[in-house]
Every structure is written in structure tokens, then in C-alpha cells.
């Protein structure tokens, strides 16, 4: 299997992965729920580095292809919004269902250096700025859905100033600062809570969620990327999806 990687071909080392171990979901290979080899075995199977396998998993996790589980691996997941989907003209964040009112408690609110491979994620430098917005969801006071939300500094450093309880991100992006979005990719998975996440959430740790990628376009530039956590027995998103002509 090693000899499938061609190192004289000039796409590089971790595209080359990402298409061979997306074929093997695509081909039914790799079933959906089943944990793909570790990073150590790719290593060894495809005679790369682990920060090629590293580069290839995190570009599959991001697409919808897999999921990382803490302490256990890594996981075939379905794609659960198929190619040729797209959001309607009117952006809105993602929220709850009709008639649920809710509250908002901004957690954080400041800037930071990206962790967790956020610059993957955000198509930035490891070593650019970037804004982070943590925000708990509120319905009758009982917390429902957890939000963090990654902005390059740089796309709108005002926001470190706005009030993000009583107004939405994305009308302020638009309306105040003039930021137009145009494209919306998301994605749907389980997510097993960390302990902070557990406790804002009042669940138990490692328990599963419901997980919501988004990654946000002005044009063909990213420019936000929010990771949404929703307790899993209550309530219902809402998502509207047009199919493109």
C-alpha cells in the first residue's frame, strides 16, 4: 500500500492521502462508525511522516469524512450534507427551532493565537491572530447550545467591541461592518464532551451531542469558522437548503 504514494508527482504528499483514504469511504472500505488506523500504522502503511497523516486527517475531519474521538481515535462519520446543497440568499445563525426563545451569555471574547489545528480549520498562518467568541445558548435558563466561533483578527477586529448577547455575529458582519456572506459549508456529527464542555452544558463528561461545523465565505475567502455543541433532548435546529440550479 506504501507504493501508492507517488513522491515524484507533483501534487503533494498529504493531498495524495486525503484522496486514497477518501476513496476508501467513498468505496464502502471503510464503513461508517469504524475507526480508521492510527496515525503511527498510516505512518508506517504509506511511508510518510505523521505530520503529512496529520495534514490529510485534518482535512478529512473538516470535510465530514471523520471524526476524532478524545482518548479513543479516529472515526468514519457520513457526509450528512451532500455536494450541491447550498444556503438560501438570507444568512442566519444557526439557532433553535420556531417560537423557542432564548438567551445568550457571551463566555469569551477576545483574541488569540489558533490551537487545536483552528488554522487549518480557518485557512490561516499557525501564528496569526485570531478572534474568539465563546457564547452559551439559553432557553428558561437551562444551558442548550454551546457555540465557539474563530475569526481572523484582521476580517473585523471591531467585533472585540461589539455586543454579542442582544445582537447576531453575522447581522453585524453584514449591517456594521459591511461584510458580506456569501457561502455557508456545514457540517453535521456526534461530539463527546469534554469536561468544560459537559458542565456548561450540564451533561455528563464524554457523553454524546449533537456537533455542527461551520465555515462562513466572503467571496472565496473564509472568514469564520463556529463549532456548535446542542444538548442533545431538547429542542430541534432549524436549517434551510436549496438545491443550486
Known amino acids: 500500500m506504501g507504493g501508492l504514494i507517488n513522491r515524484e508527482y507533483s501534487q503533494k504528499l498529504y493531498v ?22 492510527t496515525e503511527e500504522d498510516l505512518c508506517k502503511i504509506y511511508e510518510i511522516s505523521k505530520a503529512t497523516v496529520r495534514l490529510a486527517i485534518s482535512e478529512m475531519v473538516r ?3 471523520l471524526r476524532r474521538q478524545q482518548g479513543k481515535g479516529t472515526f468514519v462519520c457520513k457526509r450528512v450534507i451532500p455536494e450541491g446543497l447550498s444556503m438560501l440568499t438570507s444568512f442566519k445563525e444557526l ?11 457571551v463566555l469569551a471574547q477576545t483574541v488569540m493565537m489558533p490551537t487545536d489545528e483552528i488554522n487549518l480549520k480557518l485557512d490561516v498562518h499557525d501564528d496569526a491572530h485570531v478572534i474568539y467568541l465563546k457564547r452559551l445558548r439559553l432557553v428558561d435558563n437551562e444551558p442548550v447550545l454551546l457555540q465557539e466561533t474563530y475569526i481572523p ?19 453585524l458582519l453584514e449591517a456594521k461592518h ?16 469534554s469536561a468544560d464542555e459537559a458542565s456548561l452544558l450540564e451533561l455528563r463528561e ?3 451531542a449533537l456537533l455542527i461545523e461551520q465555515f462562513y465565505y466572503s467571496g472565496e475567502t473564509q472568514i469564520q469558522y463556529t463549532r456548535s455543541i446542542k ?13 443550486s440550479q
Open 16 to 37: 495524495q492521502l486525503y484522496e486514497l483514504l477518501k476513496g476508501k469511504i467513498e468505496s464502502g472500505e471503510w464503513k461508517v462508525d469504524t475507526q480508521i488506523p
Open 231 to 243: 444538548q442533545p433532548e431538547r429542542f430541534r435546529f432549524f436549517i434551510e437548503l436549496d438545491r
Open 206 to 208: 464524554d457523553s454524546a
Open 178 to 193: 459591511n461584510i458580506k456572506i456569501t457561502k455557508v459549508k456545514g457540517y453535521i456529527g456526534i461530539a463527546y464532551l
Open 95 to 105: 439557532m433553535l427551532e420556531a417560537g423557542v426563545v432564548f438567551e445568550t451569555k
Open 153 to 171: 483578527h484582521h476580517v473585523c477586529p471591531q467585533l472585540l467591541s461589539d455586543d454579542l448577547e442582544h445582537n447576531s455575529l453575522l447581522e
Open 63 to 65: 470535510q465530514g469524512y
